[in-house]
């Protein structure tokens, strides 16, 4: 009865937040679904719940599509911002980091807007061994159109 939990990560998710009602999951199915039923402030709070309990490496939300209606609310690009900085600081705290991690504090320095920071990132993920070698170099496009833009946007001197 039991080893369908483990097929089923959802219903192994939920069993895991019943368990442990305070701990990061719970917090995260909660903010999911505040947001869903339009609670933003209280998924927000759920969110912060999550990151509390040091599980903020697992709060993705940069790119999940369900959040995308949020992208432009105070709470939410607040949280993403706070989010960010952990990445860039998380990955200062390391000795060795993977592509993945570089990889992620280069994209929390593009969400941050600080391009140069964010180029010279994603160009060492690039120079590591990874899977992420399309992606990355996609993203330093994005990065250096981001940068041309600015400068195009800026007073000649």
């Not at 990445?87 to 320095?109: C, F, K, N, W, Y």
């Amino acid at each position: 009865q039991r080893a369908s939990l483990w097929v089923d990560q959802v219903a192994l998710a939920r069993e895991g937040a019943a368990k442990f009602p305070n701990g990061g999951l719970a917090h995260w199915l909660r903010a999911i679904e505040r947001i869903s039923a339009g609670d933003i402030g209280a998924g927000m709070r759920e969110f912060e719940g999550v990151i509390d309990r040091g599980y903020y490496g697992y709060v993705s939300l940069f790119g999940l599509p369900e959040f995308a209606h949020l992208h432009q609310h105070p709470e939410f690009v607040a949280l993403r911002k706070r989010l960010a900085r952990m990445a860039i600081d998380d990955l200062r705290e390391r000795g060795t980091p993977s592509q993945r991690q570089v990889r992620m504090a280069a994209t929390a320095h593009f969400f941050l807007e600080e391009y140069d920071a964010a180029l010279a990132g994603f160009e060492a993920a690039l120079a590591m061994e990874g899977p992420y070698r399309e992606e990355i170099v996609r993203e330093i496009a994005q990065v250096r159109a981001k940068i041309a833009e600015r400068r195009a946007a800026e007073p000649e001197r």
